[in-house]
């Protein structure tokens, strides 16, 4: 019998993939990619990675070499309802870095916690191996995507022999440098751009109470409590203009 996963169903909104699963059908594929020897790489994709993808072709070409671009961000799933093909659920990143620590402490899956300001990170590695007991930390580091640094991260990585690695620099930084680090980790089988999900986790900043989350106005708690992010949440706006005048045509599956 094959161990191959299975694609899952996939949508191009604004030529940018992304895939139609829920966060139990995420758990199994990575359950699916640990036992496959090479490295996964999984996109947490929102409107504003659709429209940065418009303007820069190699974070465009990361996201369609990505093996899994999560539904993040309610704006895809407006999107994809407004063109005929709905997606079946929301899968917040800030969401699943809590499951898939849980799967690793299950499983004895090595977690790496890389990026968010210095000292985050292994404040995140307490939290988490606090919560789920048996939960192997492979290592933590601040760090920067600045190529000076990458084969001291990744020689750090590798050291750990980590099999999850959790990337917090941001999109695209933390998306393109998985992408070009994929030939040099080792053992990695799974990686996933979490941008401020540490910042969640310690708390650093909070996320939206559940029912704006259910309102589908998660991205206006952020714009209050973090206002210099406007100009990057401009993304939000020109995505449903282009989305809309784009018409209802059905995506590509
Ligand atoms: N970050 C970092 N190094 C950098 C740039 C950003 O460690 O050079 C971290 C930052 O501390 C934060 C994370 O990247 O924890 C995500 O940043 P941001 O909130 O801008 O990303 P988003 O969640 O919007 O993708």
């Known amino acids: 019998m094959s161990t191959r996963p299975s694609s899952p169903p996939k949508l191009n909104i604004l030529n940018t993939p ?6 139990a059908d995420t758990l199994a594929l990575v359950e699916q990619y640990m036992v496959e020897p090479r490295l996964h790489q999984i996109c947490t994709t929102n409107p504003e990675f659709v429209m940065m993808a ?14 899994l671009c999560l539904p993040d961000g309610v704006g895809l799933l407006w999107a994809a309802r407004w063109l005929g093909r709905p997606l079946p659920q929301r899968v917040p990143g800030s969401e699943l870095v809590y499951h898939l620590a849980e799967r690793a402490a299950q499983h004895g899956w090595r977690l790496f916690l890389l990026g968010a300001a210095p000292g985050v990170a292994e404040q995140a590695a307490h939290i988490l191996t606090a919560r789920y007991p048996g939960l192997i ?14 084969d001291e991260i990744v020689q750090r990585i590798n050291d750990g ?5 959790y990337a917090a620099y941001g999109a695209p930084r933390q ?5 070009r680090n994929r ?5 990695v089988r799974v990686a996933l751009g979490i941008g401020g999900a540490l910042d969640f986790i310690t708390g650093k900043s909070a996320r939206a109470p559940r029912w704006v989350q259910n309102l589908g106005l998660e991205w206006l708690h952020r714009l209050i ?4 992010r406007w100009r990057r949440m401009t993304a939000l706006p020109r995505f449903a203009a282009r989305v809309l005048l784009g018409g209802r045509r059905t995506p590509d599956l």
């Open 225 to 228: 409590k973090e206002p210099w």
């Open 183 to 187: 030939g040099n980790l080792t053992a």
């Open 54 to 67: 418009q303007q820069d072709a190699d974070f465009r070409r990361v996201l369609h070499k990505a093996d």
């Open 18 to 23: 992304v895939h139609a699963v829920t966060m």
């Open 137 to 150: 930390i492979a290592g933590t580091y601040a760090g920067s995507p600045a190529a000076a640094e990458n």
């Open 175 to 179: 998306d393109k440098w998985i992408a």
């Open 161 to 165: 022999r980590a099999d999850l690695l």
